[in-house]
């Protein structure tokens, strides 16, 4: 497996948010039995790089845990590169992913200033053209084999568990996992128990996410 690069700032001028709008991964062709659904492109990574979680800190387990199971590789070694959204698409690398694709419950990195980055809003998850977007998302996976849909953190499961009403739907394994961010990695460590590490939630993080993955009907 490829060892990716500790995360630093961005490269971007200024750091500003460029507020592209970025597309789900899909695999070139083949099946796509997950789809796996985050909250917004990262300041710092998909907003940047214009790929899912692609320079994301989140992302960082979330492709090691896709390579595990044989689902993402990369057109170049990413060993050397810095983990920037920025950094990432300079080197000019992408993932190739196959048998999975990848998207976000908001296409582009929410902001107020340009600067800072906050969670979506249900009015703009909600908005008719946001969900006519993950709707056909949906449809395009289903027509190559979906079964599995992962959702992570509350705002990807409200938008796709509550408001389109996966969760009931008997045709999806759906799954809610906690999101990989720091933060959320933390709020694991917190409710594991005094002294466990961070380190050790992103292990178990990866393990679920991977039998997730595995997951059938």
Request: hydrophobic share 35%.
């Amino acid at each position: 497996m490829v060892t990716l690069a500790k995360p630093k700032r961005s490269a971007s001028p200024k750091g500003r948010i460029l507020g592209t709008r970025v597309p789900a991964l899909f695999p070139a062709k083949g099946p796509v039995s997950a789809l796996v659904y985050g909250e917004a492109p990262g300041p710092n990574g998909a907003d940047k790089s214009g790929i899912p979680f692609f320079g994301d800190r989140a992302g960082r387990p979330l492709y090691e845990a896709l390579e595990e199971e044989a689902r993402c590789r990369f057109t170049r070694p990413i060993d050397d590169v810095r983990w920037d959204g920025a950094a990432l698409r300079a080197a000019e690398i992408r993932p190739i992913v196959s048998d999975a694709a990848l998207s976000n419950a908001y296409q582009i990195c929410p902001t107020d200033d340009g600067e800072h980055f906050r969670a979506p809003s249900k009015a703009e998850l909600s908005s008719p053209e946001n969900v006519k977007r993950v709707r056909s998302e949906l449809a395009k996976a289903r027509k190559r084999g979906l079964h599995t849909v992962i959702v992570l953190g509350r705002t990807a499961d409200w938008l796709l568990g509550t408001h389109l009403g996966l969760r009931d739907d008997a045709s999806i394994v759906y799954h809610q996992i906690t999101h990989p961010s720091p933060l959320g990695l933390m709020g694991m460590a917190k409710r594991a128990g005094k002294g466990v590490r961070v380190s050790a939630m992103k292990e178990q993080w990866q393990k679920d996410f991977r039998r997730m993955l595995r997951s059938r009907p």
